[in-house]
């Protein structure tokens, strides 16, 4: 499996994942989607969702991470909170499972999530907010750590991305991934400067709503300031 992270080591990986109740909402469309990344450079994939991974394999044989989204009642973890979902995630097609690596109340423990990533023959990627986090991973025995839960755990939402958790858990001798909030190639570029091995970029990329909102926004700001 090391060679999955050979491929991506270096690369952008785009997060197709659409509004969930959006217009583009549906396997067959993250799958398009998919490939126009992979045709515009892209080394490999977020897909959330059993179905949305099962239409994307069915399309191409790059390296996927996959992962499933669920609310629950009693814990605040939402990314494949459970090592079943990582199993049918993995019997989709995922290369990858991504999970929430937080420090916080959840249904079943980070090592039982990474021992049943690793005996399907998967590579786990926790996803943190913290470096603590990733050490805790990397302890596990987690491969990959991603900065993706930094700023989503309370509070108000940063505006940029997290660099300097970027670097923080690229000391810990794993396969670092920066993800969350990049919206520019810049900062891409600026993580990668900070250690990351690969970029995962999702909103900018895959999710038009939210690229037309930036600029719708931008605009009716712009006319009720009057400036010129």
């Not at 997060?15 to 989607?33: H, N």
């Not at 025995?141 to 700023?151: A, D, I, Q, Y």
């Not at 939402?157 to 794993?174: H, K, Q, T």
């Not at 891409?188 to 709503?209: C, H, L, M, T």
Request: charged share 20%; with cysteine; aromatic share 4%.
């Amino acid at each position: 499996m090391s060679s999955i992270l050979e491929q991506l080591r270096g690369g952008l990986i785009v997060s197709c994942q659409p509004v969930i109740g959006g217009p583009l909402d549906r396997p067959e469309i993250t799958a398009a989607f998919a490939l126009a990344a992979l045709d515009g450079g892209a080394r490999g994939l977020r897909i959330e969702g059993v179905e949305n991974l099962k239409a994307v394999r069915a399309v191409t044989k790059a390296p996927v991470i996959g992962l499933i989204k669920q609310d629950l009642a009693d814990s605040p973890v939402r990314i494949t909170p459970f090592a079943r979902q990582a199993n049918a995630l993995i019997e989709a097609g995922a290369d990858i499972v991504a999970f929430d690596a937080t420090d916080r109340v959840r249904p079943e423990p980070i090592s039982s999530l990474i021992a049943a990533i690793n005996t399907a023959g998967a590579l786990a990627m926790a996803d943190c907010s913290s470096v603590e986090d990733g050490e805790r991973a990397a302890e596990l025995g987690c491969e990959l750590l991603g900065s993706t839960m930094s700023g989503y755990l309370g509070g108000p939402i940063p505006d940029g991305p997290d660099l300097e958790l970027v670097a923080a858990l690229s000391r810990c001798g794993r396969f670092t991934v920066a993800e969350g909030r990049y919206q520019r190639p810049a900062e891409a570029v600026q993580a990668q400067k900070n250690g990351a091995d690969a970029v995962v970029v999702g909103s900018a990329i895959s999710r038009p709503e939210h690229i037309t909102s930036w600029f719708a926004d931008a605009l009716t700001g712009h006319a009720k300031t009057g400036e010129r």
